[in-house]
């Protein structure tokens, strides 16, 4: 699996968590995350959560006020990234209980820790919940 990038947006279109696993400059960063959020939060709930856009297949899911937005390659499967942003935010709920924006918000190293344990130079590495918080948690005991 390529993943080339993952953006956590509320529905204003604010991005609340952009991880990029390819080098883009800051200015292309801010164009293709405007261009994409602009797509993807016109889209009404009847429309299917893939989109296609420049050289990137843009897989995204709305969970209460943010949408999860992950860019993969053209050739990747897209039911599979769809259970990967589940699994996220699946991961987020067990550690923060219900996440929210703010709880992304207050606590951004520990989402992109959660992240980083996950994916790994556009690869998803790590499934299991325990194992993604595993290393969370020890660093709570320690502090």
Request: proline fraction near 1%.
């Amino acid at each position: 699996m390529t993943i080339r990038f993952v953006l956590f947006v509320n529905k204003q279109g604010q991005t609340r968590l952009a991880q990029y696993y390819e080098h883009l400059s800051l200015d292309e960063r801010r164009a293709l995350e405007g261009e994409i959020v602009r797509k993807c939060l016109a889209r009404t709930d009847q429309q299917c959560s893939f989109v296609e856009h420049r050289n990137y297949k843009v897989v995204y899911r709305r969970y209460a006020s943010l949408f999860f937005l992950v860019g993969v390659d053209n050739n990747e499967n897209e039911l599979a990234i769809l259970e990967f942003i589940h699994l996220l935010v699946e991961t987020m709920d067990r550690h923060f209980g219900n996440v929210c924006e703010l709880d992304i918000m207050f606590h951004l190293e520990k989402v992109h820790f959660m992240l980083e344990e996950m994916v790994m130079n556009g690869c998803i590495v790590e499934t299991s919940k325990q194992n993604i918080l595993a290393p969370i948690q020890l660093m709570e005991k320690s502090s």
